[in-house]
């Protein structure tokens, strides 16, 4: 009887145990209430804010959560990003700002996760403050470890975007900051314009406006050329004559391919500036290039120095 009684209660406890099971694993549609932060990435003020009015949704989800939730006696806070686009201003206040919740209603969902899915922002206005922080703009620093495949290389500095950032720090750390580095891109026998994500190295002490930037190599097939150019003066003054020795220089210079056809010795200019010329003591100057074509890169002059006389003209 004892026997019979205590296989009754076991089956009681079972029985119960997988109907709550059962229960808590059905979704229902409750009301939750989570705290708020709010990055973003107004300038020159504080990139994150908890939200004066707590968040107020009704969703769905499954009991477990909810009771889990109910129980809890500090609700983590939900963060989201929010482009400064969507920042509205109150006229009233310099530091306070606001955002519509028919604005943020993906933004929360996609923060919540999957165990609840959001219905509807009961809140209707999430209310901000970002104050003011001492910050300046800074070049960005391209650091790389690079190699071309044979016949091509890069014309163009490497095109970074952005090229300068914001960096927020104490006005003692901001003074010694004059540039933001990236981490080092290592990129081997390019044959190819490439693109591609830089992390940047977060100054210490300081924060910045963005963490990434994303840059651009452009890489094309080059030919070396040569030319024979001539070297002409300029300034020469009246009843005197500079003779240059030699007066024609072999140019040597990397090209496009794309276009070397289009390139000829009439694209080139080499000048020696007499009042330049006298102020050398050795009698050798290496001639100026005045024209040139834009695109062309490693350019030797053969000779290097050139000699130069001096005569009256009578």
Known sequence: MKRSRLVLILCVITAFFLWVVYTLSNEYTAYFRFPLQV?????????VSQADN????????????IIRNTWRKRVPPVRIFADQTMMRTYPD?????????????NLVNDALGTDLQLETILTDTIRLEYRREHFKKVPVRFVSDITFSPQYMSFDPVRLYPDSVLVYAGESYLAVIEEVRTRK?????????????????IPPNARLSQTEIT????????????????????????????????DVVTVQFRCPFEEASETTGDDFRLVVDYNEFIKKDSG???PDM????AVISHVQLTPQFVDGIIQNRY
Request: glycine share 6%; proline share 4%.
């Open 185 to 201: 891109v290592s990129l081997n026998g390019l044959d190819r314009t490439v693109e591609g994500l830089a992390r940047l190295d």
């Open 54 to 65: 707590t968040l107020f949704v009704r969703g769905t989800a499954r009991g477990f959560y």
């Open 39 to 47: 990055e973003t990435n107004l300038d020159g003020r504080s990139d």
């Open 93 to 105: 206040s310099e530091d306070a700002f606001f955002l519509l919740a028919d604005n943020v209603h």
């Open 290 to 293: 005045e024209i040139s074509p």
């Open 284 to 286: 050798k100057i290496i």
């Open 215 to 246: 840059y651009e190599i452009m890489v094309k097939r080059y030919v070396e050329m040569s030319f024979r150019v001539p070297v002409i003066t300029r300034n020469v003054p009246y009843r005197r004559e500079l003779f240059i020795l030699p």
